[in-house]
């Protein structure tokens, strides 16, 4: 499989503990980003890398959330101190990241529920 | 802050039917994208619109873009149950450079049912 994988795929977690979600993408691609997406709702940008360089992260939620992408291949989205509102889809995404095809690619997605 | 907005959030088709999915969007943008979600899955990219009077088509969709109305349209011919899904538009912010920004933002999305 090719696509953009993420684990795990469900977590279910208590109010307080620190939960942490991989991504890996298409392996050629440079580009990755971190979406959130609530019900009935679009998917909200929070954060996006070029290579391992983090070039936005102002949409992260909170100083409770961070990501990281070390060696520019597989990244990690970490929520420390889970609330309640932090129940949602994590869909992570990448791209070639040159202009013409630019196209992002969603993975399936990571559904956490904060208990 | 740029705002997408999608019109109708909600459609019921019969099979066999024509409609239109609009996407406006607040602020300049040359690039626009059509994903479809169905439910518990992920997002699957439709099209992308890179210009001013781009149209693509795939089976029974035809997307356009209209930058100069800020624009899109989703159009879908000859309705059929497989194409129940939701549909989301997303608008891309390019740099000054012309180098894509990358963020997306996105639409509410439009809940397609499509009835026998």
């Known amino acids: 499989d090719t696509g953009v994988s993420q684990d795990p795929r469900h977590k279910i977690t208590k109010r307080g503990q620190n939960v942490t979600f991989r991504c890996d993408p298409i392996?050629?691609?440079?580009?990755l980003y971190w979406y959130r997406q609530t019900l009935g709702q679009g998917p909200e940008f929070l954060t996006y890398?070029?290579?391992?360089?983090?070039?936005?992260k102002s949409r992260l939620l909170s100083d409770r959330f961070s990501a990281e992408r070390p060696k520019g291949s597989f990244s990690t989205l970490e929520i420390q101190r889970t609330e309640q509102g932090d129940s949602a889809m994590y869909l992570c995404a990448s791209s070639f990241g040159q202009l013409s095809t630019d196209t992002q690619y969603f993975g399936p997605g990571t559904r956490l529920t904060v208990l | 802050e740029l705002k997408v907005e999608q019109n109708p959030l909600f459609l019921s088709m019969q099979e066999g039917k024509n409609y239109t999915i609009y996407c406006n969007y607040s602020t300049t943008s040359d690039r626009l994208y059509w994903y479809r979600q169905d439910p518990g899955k992920s997002l699957e990219s439709l099209f992308v619109l890179l210009s001013n009077g781009a149209v693509k088509q795939e089976g029974r969709l035809m997307a356009s873009l209209d930058t100069k109305a800020r624009l899109s349209t989703l159009h879908i011919t000859a309705a059929v149950h497989d194409l129940s899904a939701t549909y989301f538009c997303a608008v891309d912010i390019f740099w000054a450079g012309g180098t894509s920004y990358g963020k997306l933002t996105f639409g509410q999305g439009t809940i397609l049912t499509v009835h026998p």
């Open positions: 890398f070029q290579n391992e360089a983090q070039l936005e």
């Open positions: 392996s050629e691609h440079n580009r």
